[in-house]
């Protein structure tokens, strides 16, 4: 089973047979010696939630598009005749790819049901663990994750993905990798969450979700949890637990 960032990087491999991966650099701003380290073979960049945002905004695709695996069809048909995405077809799939999670019959024991009894109160410049939620949610997540844990976004920042009604899956206990979003936990109770630049002499520096930089001191971390998975809103199921 892929993960996130296979996921990402397989969709964008096969956008670029339709644009050229110099145009798509252009479009999103990037150098395109830089956009050639996240599709080589061997040992890619990961592509973290920034870049995913930059490539789907400017391609006009849904939010989250970039983490489901697309038929070659479809993103075909996305792209016209200027081999760009439309904004007309860009909402078209947007329904298809917000429909409702599939049952775990269609699932075929792929997928596993988890409760959302955790919240990550966003708020500008900080983030907060809250268990005081108004719904409870259950979703699907990858059966490969080992101790799977999941956080529902409360809040109005407009942070993509981490924005109000989102739910993130993670890795409770994992080791950051670059490129990789994560969730750290610190020894006295502070939430971090960001895209791991690297690693170095005891730190670890990343980009928080409010685009500052930063270094967290690993001796002073409890837990790191990788993000293993975006779950959109219309993909919640409502429980009555």
């Known amino acids: 089973m892929l993960n996130i960032f296979e996921i990402r990087r397989s969709n964008v491999l096969r956008i670029t047979k339709l644009i050229t991966r110099k145009k798509l650099a252009s479009l999103i701003g990037m150098e395109y010696g830089l956009l050639n380290q996240y599709l080589r073979e061997k040992n890619p960049k990961n592509f973290g939630t920034d870049t995913t945002n930059r490539i789907t905004s400017a391609l006009n695709l849904a939010d989250g598009w970039l983490d489901h695996l697309h038929d070659d069809e479809i993103i075909t048909f996305l792209f016209d005749k200027d081999k760009q995405a439309t904004n007309y077809d860009a909402k078209a799939t947007e329904s298809e790819t917000n429909q409702p999670s599939p049952s775990s019959n269609q699932l075929n024991d792929a997928f596993r049901i988890t409760k959302v009894i955790l919240g990550l109160l966003v708020m500008e410049g900080s983030l907060e663990l809250t268990s005081d939620l108004e719904e409870l949610y259950s979703v699907h997540y990858p059966d490969n994750l080992k101790t799977p844990i999941s956080f529902l976004i409360v809040g109005n920042t407009q942070n993509k993905p981490y924005k109000n009604?989102?739910?993130?899956?993670?890795?409770?206990?994992?080791?950051?990798?670059?490129?990789e979003d994560c969730l750290f936990f610190t020894k006295d109770n502070k939430v971090f969450a960001g895209e791991v630049l690297?690693?170095?002499?005891?730190?670890?520096?990343?980009?928080?979700?409010?685009?500052?930089?930063?270094?967290?001191?690993?001796?002073?971390?409890?837990?790191?949890?990788?993000?293993?998975?975006?779950?959109?809103?219309?993909?919640?199921?409502?429980?009555?637990?």
Request: glycine share 6%.
């Open 198 to 241: 690297f690693k170095k002499d005891g730190f670890i520096e990343i980009e928080d979700i409010f685009k500052q930089r930063m270094s967290l001191k690993i001796s002073n971390l409890k837990d790191i949890s990788p993000v293993k998975l975006y779950i959109p809103p219309s993909q919640k199921i409502k429980s009555s637990y």
């Open 165 to 179: 009604g989102w739910v993130l899956i993670c890795e409770k206990n994992g080791l950051p990798v670059e490129g």
